[in-house]
């Protein structure tokens, strides 16, 4: 079975640009969560997707977004980019919602900088 | 707050000798604990959890952990490391967010492995 995919796998945009990263998760997986990497604060969660609606978010700024497809693939969206969102941005599927009955599996990740 | 610390940032050691990473824990009620590793250039693999009972947790990759509540730690132990094993390792505590569930993870601890 094929892991969770996430595209592109490097992107470099400049500030005040916006950009959508996509993620596919592994086969029959509903829901889908987002986070960021970066050396200062670590892995800080996003949002998490499942059956299309937004279920459980983090506190970042309404310029993050996302959304999930009736296929179960996700997007997130940064609009107005800053310097600071230069991050690794992770996306995890589990077959179903709730971290604590189902493992989360993670794809290897969007590298974003911004310029 | 809900959180994890994990307070050693790089660790060396030898190949074949035993290896321990430290987490604590921040948090009323049982704790739901992970540790994940992250290898450079790819996302995050589950070594092992706990949830409740036995407090010993045997893992993939030939590792344990056990629970401690008197010292709030859930601390990651290998018998003999590989140079294999060189990687980030992250520990992760669920937390509740307006009531759904979501993963607060540590700060990592990256380990070196020397021949």
């Known amino acids: 079975k094929a892991g969770v995919t996430q595209t592109p796998r490097y992107l470099i945009k400049t500030r005040g640009q916006q950009v959508t990263l996509s993620c596919s998760p592994i086969?029959?997986?509903?829901?889908v969560s987002w986070y960021q990497q970066t050396p200062g604060q670590g892995l800080q969660f996003l949002f998490e997707?499942?059956?299309?609606?937004?279920?459980n978010k983090g506190n970042f700024p309404g310029r993050f977004s996302g959304r999930q497809f009736s296929n179960s693939r996700s997007e997130m969206n940064v609009s107005t980019l800053e310097l600071g969102d230069s991050a690794l941005y992770l996306c995890?599927?589990?077959?179903?919602?709730?971290?604590?009955?189902?493992?989360?599996?993670f794809g290897p990740g969007t590298r974003l900088t911004v310029t | 707050a809900q959180s994890v610390t994990q307070p050693d940032i790089h660790i060396t050691v030898s190949e074949g000798a035993s290896l321990e990473l430290r987490c604590n824990y921040s948090?009323?009620?049982?704790?739901?604990l992970f540790w994940y590793v992250q290898s450079p250039g790819q996302g995050l693999q589950l070594l092992l959890k706990?949830?409740?009972?036995?407090?010993l947790v045997q893992g993939i990759k030939g590792f344990e952990a056990e629970f401690k509540r008197s010292q709030s730690s859930f601390n990651l132990r290998k018998p003999s490391v590989h140079w294999s094993d060189a990687a980030e390792y992250f520990c992760a505590v669920v937390t509740l967010n307006f009531g759904n569930e979501k993963l607060t993870f540590g700060t990592g601890t990256r380990l070196t492995i020397i021949p």
């Open positions: 997707y499942f059956s299309e609606t937004q279920r």
């Open positions: 995890a599927s589990s077959l179903e919602a709730g971290t604590v009955s189902y493992e989360q599996y």
């Open positions: 948090y009323g009620a049982t704790p739901y």
């Open positions: 706990y949830f409740s009972g036995d407090t």
């Open positions: 086969s029959g997986h509903r829901s």
